[in-house]
C-alpha cells in the first residue's frame, strides 16, 4: 500500500493496489507459518507475483507469549514482477502482545496493525514486558490499529464442536486468515481445498477449520471495523504453469532432477543442521527415483561418503550450513586432489560459531573459496532466488561432472526459507548432464587415470570396470599415471594443472550481464540470495534516472569471462551483500576495481529501501 | 565367471615402501593370497585406507584402490558400498587411524552393518608420524610424546567393534601367515561388516610388543585359539584350558580338569556377550584369544537402502513431472 | 567452607526455553535440587554442553557455563578440568549431541577417566534440528530424514560407555524425579568419568518413547532398579526376578524361584563384564535396568596428568636460562 | 665455494673462502641427518654462519638403496651473515647411486662429489635405475668427483671392534664426516664431546664412532686424493652465546617462555602429524615448568581442550599442520565467538589434502583467515626464521592475552625443521606478558563478561572465580551481558566490533620496515619462512646497485598501519611466496596496488637466484 508507484482507483468500496506486504506474527505455537502459506497459495493462485519471507525467532519452542518465542511470516503479492517480500509490512496482524512488540518497529508510520484484542491481558502483556497495555495508550499513534476479540470469535464460531478447549484455541489463525482474506479480497477455495485434503479422514477437525476460517471472513463482511476493501489484480507473469516453492524444495528439485537427466542415481550424504536438513527431508522422499539418502554420524562422515559415492560413480551430493562446512574442509580438499565430480551445497546462516542458525547471511563466500589447506582451487555457484535454485542444482552438477571438480553450492537460510511462484519447467526442455565412465582402454593403450581432456578434466572411472583397475590417493600425484609422486617440479606441474582446469570452466559458462545500461555512473554487484533486493532497488533508481545497473555473479569461482572488463565499464561499482566485503575483496584483488561496499550482517535480508539510499548516495548527481 | 588369479595377479607396479622387517609385508602378502579365493572378479574389489604406514597398502594392491584421509576410511567406503553393492570392498586401517581419529566412523560403520572388510593393523603405536604412542599403547609407555609415560588407559578394538555390534568380530597376527590367510577368508566369506584386528610389528617404533604371542617359544602358551563349537585349550601340549567361574574365566590344567568342565567357543551367539568376556582375557593373565569372537547374521546397511529403493520404485512410479507439479498449482495465461 | 544453598541459588536469570512438557525440564530442576549436597561451592562448578535442546542447560544454571558445539564438550571439559583439577565439571548432552557426532570424544574422556560429570538426555530423537532419527532411534522409526523408517542399527550408551572403560555408568528417567537425584549425587560423588545416561521425553517429536518405563501403571513391570550388592527383583509386588542361566539372564517368578538363586547386583566388579550383559536386558523381554550399572575406581586423567607435573618439577628444577642453553652452545665474541 | 663475492687467498695448502655449501646425501637408514647436525655444530662453534635444510623424502623408509630412501641434509656456512642454506650445494656427498642420482641435477657445474665407491655395485646400481655406473661413463663430466671407499675403510677401521657386521656398517657416516672436517678444516673436538657423552655408558659403540670419525679425517690427510682443503673464517655475528636451534625448537621454547612470562602454566593440545609434531614432543618434555600436554584423539578434540584450556586459564595452546588446521575451523570460530584467548600452530606443508606431509608450502595463509563459517577475524603472525619462531611465539601469546583473541602462528616445514644459529636470550630481557583475570566486582557493580577495555577486549574471567558466575556460548551473545540474542542490530554490532577489535591490533604493533630504502623501484614483499631467500637476494641486487627494498611481514592480521603506505612508495611490488599468491591478493583487496607475484608451489624453498632473477627483471633498467 506504500508503494511508491500505486495507483489507487476507488472501485464500490474496494481500492486497487499495486502491492502489499502484510506480516503475519504470533507464538510459535500459533501457526503463523502455516497462514502464511495459506496466504501465499491464494494469492499466487489468483494470479499476484508473491515473495515470502519466513522468520523463526529461535531453534527451540521459547514459552508461550515470551518475545524469544514470537513467529512472523511475511508476504509481499502484487499485480507486477516482484523480488523481495517487501521492506516493511503494510498490514501486520499480532496474534498477541509480544508479536506486536517485537514487529513494531518494522513498521512504517501508516501501517495498519490488527490485533487479536483477546490476548492482551495482564499475564501476556507481562510475558512480552509490556508495563502498559499499549492498546490503551499512545504507543500506537500514526498507526491504524484494529482490536479484534480473535481468541473468543474463534471459541464461538466452535460452540457446538468436539474439539478440545486446546484444540479449539488452536484454530484462531484460520480465523485471522479469513479476515485477511476478506480484507484484501481473496477467494477462501484454495484453502478450503487444503484443509480438506490435510484432514480428509478426520471430520471433527476439517469443520472446524472451515467454521473458523468462515467465521474470520464473515467477521470482514459483517463488522463495520473496516471501512474498505483492497484488491491486487493479477501480475503479468509469464504464462505457464505455477507452483509456490522454498528455495531449499527446489534445490532438492534440482538435484533430483540432476540426477533424472544425467541417468545417474543420486546419493546424498548429510547430517542434520538448520537451515540445511529441509533439503535431506526431501530428497528422503524421493528414494522411488533411485536416490539415497545417507544420514551420517557427523558432517565429516557425511563428505566422504559422498566422496567414496562420486568414486562409485554416482551423483554424489552433500549438504550442511555453515559449522558443516567448515567441519568439510579436509574432506573437500581430498575430493580436489583426486579430482571427483560432487556437489557441496552450503545452505548459509548466521555466523560465527553457531551464531544465528535460523537467520541468514552470506559469510561463507571465503570460507567456500579458502577453507582447505593449500592451492585447492574448486568451482563455487550460488543460486539467486528460490526458483533459480533449482536451476542452478542442475548447473552445478552438469559443472561437476564434466570437469570433474567438487562445486560447491551456496544457498544462504533465505533462499532455502522464502518462497516464490516457480514456473515448473517442462521435464523435456531441461539442460542434459552427459556421464561418460571409462571404459577399458584398446589393444595396447594404457590407461592413465590423470591423463586430461581439452578442459583438462581426468577421466572418470570407477570400481567395478573391468581393466581400469588404478590407485588414486590425497599424496601429490604424478601427472598422467596418478602415482604418489615427492618430485618438485611435478608438484608445481599439478598445482598449475589443478588451478588451470577451474580457470577453464570460465570458457563453458555464459558472460555476466548487466540489467540496465552495459555501462554507466554505478554497477550494483552481487551475488546469492540478495538478488530481488538490488533487483527491486535498481529498477526504482533506474526510474527515476539514475544510470545505474545491476549486474549478479551466479558463478563466482570462476567468474564469467568478461566479469573484469563489465565492470571496468562502469564509473562506480558497489558491491552489495550481507557479510563484511567478502565479494568486494575478491573482486578488488582480482580486478583492482575501486569498489564499494554495502554490507550487513545482521541476520535479516537487505531492504529495497536501504539498497536504494545507497545507490543514491553514490549517484549523487543524478538524484531526482 | 571369476577368472582364476595367482597372488602376483593382485600385486601392483609399485614398490613396496614400508621399513624393511615391518610386518606390514606379511599382511600385504596374506591378502593377496587369499583374493584369489574370494570369488570375486579383480575389478570388483575395491581397497580404502586412511592414512598411517598400514594405509598405504591399496597403492601395492593390483585393484580398485584409494589412499584418502586420516581416520575417514569407513565413512568412504559406506559411500561406495552404498552407491554399488557388488563390490568387494576392504578398508585398510591402522590403531591410531581407525581407533583414534577414526573412532566414530568406525563405530558407525559396524553398528549399521555396512558389508565391509575392515582390517586394523594394531602395532600399538603411530607409525607414519614417527614413533608417538596410540590409543592401543600400554599405559606408562615412555614414546616420543610421553617421554614420561602415557596416562591414557589403552582400548581394546575388540571391545569397541563388540559394542557396536559388529557382526564379525576376529582377531589375529601378522606372524601367523596360516591364521591370518583363514581369518581373512572368513571375513570376506561375512556378508555384514566384519572387523579383524591383526597384531602387527613395528619393528622400527614398537619393535617386539607382541612377541610374546607371536614368536614360537612363547605362542602356544600365550594365546588360545577360538573355534566355534570347541572348547578353549591352549598351550604347547594343548595341556591348558579356560573354565568360566560365573562369568570369570579361568586356567585350568587339563590334568586337573575334564575337557568337559571347559568353556565352548560359540561365535553364533545371538549376543555379544560371550565375545565381550572373552576380549577381557588378556596377556599375562591369560592367553589372548585369536580367531573368530563373533560371527552373526543381521542385514547389511547397504542392502536395506537398496531394498527401500527397490520398494519405493514399485509403490510410486517415479514421474519427474509429477513431482514438479506436486501441491498447488495455478495457471498463468497471457492477459489480454 | 561451602555455603548452604538452595535450588534457587542455581537458577540463572535466563528464561528457559525448552517446549512445555518437554523431560528437560525436570532433568534441570533436579540438577539445582541436587548441587546444593554436593559440597562444592557454586563459583567451583562448570556446566559444559554442546548442541542441542538439551545442550541449552548451561544458560539456565547460576553456575560457570559454557554452550560449545556440537559434539565437542567432552573435549572442551578435558581441557579446562587438566588445567583446573579443583573444578568440579558437568557435561550435558543428548543423544545426537553425544554418541553422533560427539561419539569419539565421548569413547575417550571416558577412557582417560576425566573426572566428569557426563549426563546425556536420551530422548531417542533430534530435537533442536526438529525431528531426525539419532543414533538410539529404533530401526524402522519413520521420522523427517526416514520417511520410510530408519535402516541403522541403533548404539547402546551404556554399551559404549563400558567398552570404553567407564568408571562410573548409570541410567536413569527425566520423571523418576527421586531416583535421578539418586543418580546424579552418586555420579557427582564419583572421582572419574561419570556416565549417566538419562531417558527423556521429546513431547514435541518423539513423545512417548519411554512412556512403558515411565509411567506408573507399567513402570515396575518394566524396570528393575539395580542396587549393589542387592539380587535383581522387580514388578508391581516384586514378585519378579532376574536369574542367570549361564551368561543368559531369564525373568523368573520369585513364587517359583527362591531369591537366593537371583543374580546379585555387583557394580564394583572389576571387569565390565556383568554390567555388559545387564545392559543387554532390554524391553520388552527383560525390564529394563535402571541406577548404577558399574562404579570402579582408577586413577582420573587429570591427576595423572598433574602428577606428572609435580614429579617433575621435582626431579628437575624448571630453569629457564638452562634450558635455552640446552646442548652445544659457542660464544661469540667481538672480533677485533 | 661458488659464492658470487669469495675472495680466494692461498694461505700455505688451504684456500680461504666466504661460503661453502655442502650437501650430504644416503639412504633413510645412512644417518645424514646426524653428520649434518654435528656438521652444522662444528661450524657453528668456530665462528661460521649456519644455515640448514634437511629434506626427508617420504614419511616412511622406503627400501635401503632406493630413490625414494634418499635422506639429505644440506648446510651453508660462511664468514658473514647468511640467511638460507644455498641454493645449489658446492660439495655434494653420496653414500650410494641413489644418493647420487636424487641430487645430481640440484649441483651447479664444477662442484665436487664425493661419492662412497663400495655402494655403487650393481645390486644398488639397480636399486637407483642407473644402467652403467656413472663413475665409469662421461654422465659427471664437469664435476670434481672423488671416489672414496667408504665401507670398506670404515670396517677395516673397525677391525678390532666387538661390534656385529650391520653396526660395523652403520658408523660409515662418521667416516664422512671425519673426512669433510679435514677437508673443510674443521676441529673434530665438539662432535667427540657429543659421542662421549651420548655412548657414555657404551664404550664398545663409542669407541667404534671415534675411530671411525678419526679415520675420516686422517684418510682425507694421508691419502694424495685431495690438493687442497678449504678454510672458511668465523663470521662477524653479534656477540653472545648461541645454540643451533630448529625452528619448532624455537617455536616450543618460545611458548615456554611465553608461560614462564606470564606466570601462567601452558596448556598444550595437540594431534600428531608432520611437520609439527617435533613441538608436541619438546613441550612434552617440560612438564617440570608445569606445562601440561594433550595428545588429543584428533585435532578437534585437540583445539577443543585448548579451547577448555584457556576458558581455565591457562596460556592454551595447540598445533597441527595444514590438515589438522582445516579440521579446527569449526572450533577456532567457537574461540573467536566466545573471545577466549589462545595460539593455534600451523606449521604449513604441502597441499592441497594429505600433499606432501614432509616439504614446505605457504599456502594456508588465506586459510587461517578465512577457513572458518560466518565472519569470523582473528589474529594471525608469522615467524620469519627458525630463531624467529622463539620471539613470535612470546609475541603471539602477549597479543592473545591483551586483545582476549585467537592467534594463528603460521611457521612452515622449512622453518620447523631448518636450523640456525640462535643468540641466546637473556632471561630477564624477555618482554613481559600481562594476564590479569577478572576479579570479583565492587559492591553494587554488575560483573558484564563482553564489556570491553580500551582495546575492546572483554575480561578473562576463569571458572572458580567467586562472584563471576556467568555463561558463554557460541550462539550470538548480547552486547555487555553475553546472554543469547537474536536482535539484527546487537548482531550487527557485535560483528563490528569483534572485527574491530581485531583491526585495533595495529595499534599495538611495530611498523612494517623497508631493508634498503623506504622508497625506490621495487619492494620485495614476503612472509614466513622465505625471509632468507628474499633478505639474500635483495641484498645482492642492492650490491649491484639496485633501488630494491626487502619488505618482510611477520603480522599478517591485521598488517601493520603503515602497510599500505610504504608499499605505495615503491614503484613496483612483488609479493614472492610459496603459494599462488595469497599475500598477494589480500595486499591488492586491501590497497588497490597492482603487486607482481613470485610464486612456487614445488614444496621447495626458494632459491635465491630465482628470486635475484625476478628482481632483475622487474628492475631492467638498473641491471648492472
Ligand atoms: C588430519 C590428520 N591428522 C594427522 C595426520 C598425521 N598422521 C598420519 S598417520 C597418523 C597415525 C598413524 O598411526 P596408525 O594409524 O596407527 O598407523 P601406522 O602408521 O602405525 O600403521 C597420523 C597421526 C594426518 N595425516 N592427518
Ligand atoms: C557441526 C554441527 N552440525 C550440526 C548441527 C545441528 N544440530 C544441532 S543440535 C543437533 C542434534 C540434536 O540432537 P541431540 O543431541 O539428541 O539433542 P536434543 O536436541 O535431542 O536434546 C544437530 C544435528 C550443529 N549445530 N553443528
Ligand atoms: S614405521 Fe613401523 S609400521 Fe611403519 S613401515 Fe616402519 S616398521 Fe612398519
Ligand atoms: S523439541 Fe523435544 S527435546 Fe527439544 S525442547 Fe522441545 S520437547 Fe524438549
Ligand atoms: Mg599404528
Ligand atoms: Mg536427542
Known amino acids: 500500500m506504500t508503494t511508491a508507484s500505486s495507483t489507487t482507483t476507488k472501485s464500490g468500496d474496494k481500492r486497487e493496489l499495486d502491492r502489499v506486504t502484510i506480516r503475519f506474527a504470533g507464538d510459535s505455537g500459533d501457526g503463523m507459518q502455516l497462514v502464511g502459506s495459506h496466504f501465499t497459495t491464494t494469492s499466487a493462485v489468483i494470479g499476484n507475483d508473491v515473495q515470502t519471507l519466513p522468520d523463526f525467532p529461535a531453534e527451540i519452542r521459547a514459552p508461550a507469549g515470551s518475545l524469544p518465542g514470537v513467529s512472523a511470516f511475511q508476504i509481499s503479492f502484487a499485480a507486477e514482477d516482484i523480488f523481495t517480500p517487501g521492506d516493511r509490512p503494510d498490514v501486520l496482524v499480532a496474534m498477541n502482545p509480544a508479536a506486536l512488540k517485537a514487529n513494531l518497529s518494522e513498521l512504517p508510520r501508516g501501517a495498519t496493525i490488527i490485533v487479536n484484542d483477546d490476548e492482551f491481558n495482564k499475564a501476556n502483556l507481562k510475558k512480552a514486558a509490556y508495563e502498559e497495555n499499549p492498546l490503551d495508550t499512545d504507543a500506537l499513534d500514526g498507526f491504524t490499529v484494529h482490536r479484534v476479540p480473535?481468541?473468543?470469535?474463534?471459541?464461538?464460531?466452535?460452540?457446538?464442536?468436539?474439539?478440545?478447549?486446546?484444540?479449539?484455541?488452536?484454530?484462531?489463525?484460520?480465523f485471522a486468515l479469513g479476515l485477511m482474506y476478506w480484507l484484501f479480497d481473496r477467494p477462501l477455495d484454495s484453502t478450503l481445498d487444503m484443509i480438506n485434503e490435510k484432514f480428509a479422514t478426520r471430520a471433527t477437525l476439517r469443520e472446524a477449520n472451515v467454521a473458523v476460517l468462515k467465521a474470520g471472513h464473515a467477521y470482514g463482511e459483517t463488522t463495520e471495523m473496516f471501512h474498505e476493501t483492497f484488491h491486487v489484480?493479477?501480475?503479468?507473469?509469464?504464462?505457464?504453469?505455477?507452483?509456490?516453492?522454498?528455495?531449499?524444495?527446489?534445490?532438492?528439485?534440482?538435484?533430483?532432477?540432476?540426477?533424472?537427466?544425467?541417468?545417474?542415481?543420486?546419493?546424498?550424504?548429510?547430517?542434520?543442521?538448520?537451515?540445511?536438513?529441509?533439503?535431506?527431508?526431501?530428497?528422503?522422499?524421493?528414494?522411488?527415483?533411485?536416490?539415497?539418502?545417507?544420514?551420517?554420524?557427523?558432517?565429516?562422515?557425511?563428505?566422504?561418503?559422498?566422496?567414496?559415492?562420486?568414486?562409485?560413480?554416482?551423483?554424489?551430493?552433500?549438504?550442511?550450513?555453515?559449522?558443516?562446512?567448515?567441519?568439510?574442509?579436509?574432506?573437500?580438499?581430498?575430493?580436489?586432489?583426486?579430482?571427483l565430480p560432487m556437489v557441496i551445497i552450503n545452505v548459509q546462516r548466521?555466523?560465527?560459531?553457531?551464531?544465528?542458525?535460523?537467520?541468514?547471511?552470506?559469510?561463507?563466500?571465503?570460507?567456500?573459496?579458502?577453507?582447505?589447506?593449500?592451492?585447492?582451487?574448486?568451482?563455487?555457484?550460488?543460486?539467486?532466488?528460490?526458483?533459480?535454485?533449482?536451476?542452478?542444482?542442475?548447473?552445478?552438477?552438469?559443472?561437476?561432472?564434466?570437469?570433474?571438480?567438487?562445486?560447491?553450492?551456496?544457498s544462504d537460510g533465505y533462499l532455502g526459507n522464502g518462497a516464490e511462484p516457480w514456473k515448473i519447467p517442462d521435464v523435456a526442455s531441461l539442460p542434459a548432464i552427459k556421464v561418460a565412465y571409462a571404459t577399458q582402454p584398446g589393444e595396447g593403450e594404457e590407461f592413465l587415470p590423470y591423463k586430461r581432456d581439452e578442459w583438462l578434466a581426468r577421466p572418470w572411472a570407477i570400481p567395478g570396470t573391468e581393466g581400469l583397475e588404478h590407485r588414486i590417493g590425497t599424496l601429490e600425484k604424478q601427472d598422467l599415471t596418478g602415482n604418489v609422486s615427492y618430485d618438485p617440479a611435478n608438484h608445481q606441474h599439478m598445482t598449475d594443472l589443478r588451478a588451470a582446469k577451474i580457470e577453464r570452466i570460465a570458457d563453458d559458462i555464459p558472460p555476466l550481464e548487466a540489467f540496465g545500461?552495459?555501462?554507466?555512473?554505478?554497477?550494483?554487484?552481487?551475488?546469492?540470495?540478495?538478488?530481488?533486493?538490488?533487483?527491486?532497488a535498481v529498477t526504482r533508481a533506474q526510474r527515476r534516472g539514475a544510470k545505474v545497473s545491476h549486474i549478479h555473479l551466479r558463478h563466482l569461482n570462476p567468474m564469467p569471462k568478461n566479469t573484469g572488463e563489465l565492470l571496468s565499464r562502469f564509473d562506480k561499482v558497489l558491491v552489495a551483500e550481507l557479510n563484511c566485503g567478502q565479494l568486494r575483496a575478491l573482486l578488488r584483488a582480482k580486478f583492482l576495481i575501486d569498489c564499494a561496499g554495502l554490507n550487513k550482517v545482521a541476520g535479516q535480508p537487505f531492504r529495497v529501501s536501504e539498497v536504494e539510499a545507497k545507490i543514491d548516495e553514490l549517484c549523487a548527481g543524478e538524484k531526482n | 565367471m571369476t577368472p582364476t588369479y595367482t597372488r602376483k595377479d593382485f600385486t601392483s607396479d609399485q614398490d613396496v615402501r614400508w621399513c624393511p622387517g615391518c610386518g606390514d609385508?606379511?599382511?600385504?602378502?596374506?591378502?593377496?593370497?587369499?583374493?584369489?579365493?574370494?570369488?570375486?572378479p579383480r575389478h570388483e574389489i575395491a581397497f580404502v585406507s586412511g592414512?598411517?604406514?598400514?594405509?598405504?597398502?591399496?597403492?601395492?594392491?593390483?585393484?580398485?584402490?584409494?589412499?584418502?584421509?586420516?581416520?575417514?576410511?569407513?565413512?568412504?567406503?559406506?559411500?561406495?558400498?552404498?552407491?554399488n553393492p557388488n563390490l568387494s570392498v576392504w578398508?585398510?586401517?591402522?590403531?591410531?587411524?581407525?581407533?583414534?581419529?577414526?573412532?566414530?566412523?568406525?563405530?558407525h560403520v559396524m553398528r549399521r552393518n555396512v558389508d565391509l572388510n575392515i582390517i586394523l593393523f594394531n602395532n600399538q603405536i603411530y607409525g607414519l608420524t614417527k614413533g608417538q604412542y596410540s590409543p592401543t599403547s600400554e599405559f606408562g609407555k615412555q614414546t616420543k610424546s610421553s617421554p614420561v609415560g602415557n596416562i591414557d588407559h589403552p582400548i581394546r578394538p575388540i571391545g569397541v567393534a563388540l559394542a557396536a555390534e559388529a557382526s564379525f568380530v576376529a582377531r589375529t597376527m601378522d606372524r601367523d601367515t596360516k591364521h591370518l590367510q583363514q581369518t581373512l577368508l572368513a571375513a570376506a566369506a561375512h556378508k555384514g561388516t566384519s572387523f579383524v584386528e591383526v597384531y602387527q610389528n613395528c619393528n622400527i617404533f614398537n619393535d617386539g610388543a607382541f612377541f610374546p604371542l607371536t614368536e614360537k617359544a612363547t605362542k602356544a602358551d600365550n594365546t588360545v585359539v577360538l573355534e566355534h563349537g570347541k572348547p578353549l585349550i591352549f598351550g604347547k601340549e594343548r595341556e591348558k584350558g579356560i573354565r568360566l567361574n560365573g562369568l570369570t574365566p579361568e586356567v585350568v590344567k587339563l590334568s586337573e580338569v575334564d575337557e568337559s568342565e571347559l568353556l565352548v567357543h560359540d561365535a553364533e551367539r545371538a549376543d555379544p556377550v560371550l565375545a565381550m568376556?572373552?576380549?577381557?582375557?588378556?596377556?599375562?593373565?591369560?592367553?589372548?584369544?585369536?580367531?573368530?569372537?563373533?560371527r552373526v547374521e543381521r542385514p547389511c546397511y547397504e542392502q536395506l537402502m537398496q531394498g527401500q529403493v527397490d520398494r519405493e520404485r514399485k509403490r510410486k512410479t517415479p514421474d519427474l513431472a509429477q513431482v514438479f507439479r506436486r501441491g498447488n498449482t495455478w495457471e498463468v495465461t497471457k492477459r489480454s
Open chain 1, 350 to 410: 548466521g555466523g560465527p560459531s553457531t551464531g544465528l542458525p535460523t537467520k541468514t547471511e552470506q559469510a561463507d563466500l571465503l570460507q567456500a573459496i579458502y577453507g582447505r589447506n593449500g592451492e585447492s582451487p574448486l568451482c563455487i555457484v550460488a543460486p539467486c532466488t528460490p526458483s533459480d535454485c533449482f536451476t542452478m542444482a542442475i548447473e552445478a552438477f552438469r559443472i561437476a561432472v564434466k570437469h570433474m571438480t567438487p562445486v560447491i553450492y551456496l
Open chain 1, 233 to 339: 489484480p493479477p501480475a503479468e507473469l509469464e504464462p505457464g504453469l505455477y507452483r509456490n516453492i522454498t528455495g531449499n524444495a527446489a534445490t532438492a528439485l534440482g538435484f533430483l532432477a540432476a540426477s533424472q537427466q544425467a541417468g545417474t542415481p543420486l546419493f546424498y550424504g548429510s547430517y542434520p543442521i538448520t537451515p540445511a536438513s529441509d533439503v535431506l527431508h526431501e530428497l528422503a522422499r524421493f528414494k522411488n527415483f533411485g536416490v539415497k539418502t545417507f544420514q551420517a554420524e557427523d558432517e565429516i562422515s557425511a563428505v566422504c561418503a559422498t566422496v567414496g559415492a562420486a568414486w562409485g560413480g554416482a551423483l554424489a551430493l552433500t549438504g550442511t550450513s555453515g559449522p558443516g562446512l567448515a567441519l568439510k574442509g579436509e574432506a573437500v580438499g581430498m575430493a580436489v586432489m583426486v579430482e
Open chain 1, 517 to 536: 545500461g552495459d555501462s554507466g555512473e554505478l554497477a550494483v554487484v552481487g551475488w546469492g540470495g540478495t538478488y530481488g533486493a538490488l533487483r527491486s
Open chain 1, 150 to 174: 480473535i481468541t473468543s470469535m474463534t471459541t464461538r464460531a466452535l460452540e457446538d464442536s468436539d474439539l478440545t478447549a486446546q484444540q479449539k484455541a488452536r484454530c484462531k489463525n484460520f
Open chain 2, 91 to 107: 578398508v585398510v586401517t591402522g590403531d591410531g587411524d581407525g581407533l583414534s581419529i577414526g573412532g566414530n566412523h568406525l563405530l
Open chain 2, 51 to 83: 592414512i598411517g604406514c598400514s594405509s598405504r597398502l591399496p597403492y601395492y594392491m593390483n585393484t580398485y584402490g584409494f589412499h584418502t584421509i586420516h581416520g575417514r576410511a569407513p565413512a568412504i567406503a559406506t559411500g561406495l558400498k552404498s552407491v
Open chain 2, 277 to 294: 568376556l572373552l576380549d577381557r582375557m588378556t596377556h599375562p593373565q591369560f592367553p589372548v584369544p585369536l580367531g573368530v569372537f563373533r
Open chain 2, 25 to 40: 609385508y606379511s599382511i600385504l602378502a596374506q591378502i593377496q593370497r587369499v583374493l584369489p579365493d574370494i570369488g570375486k
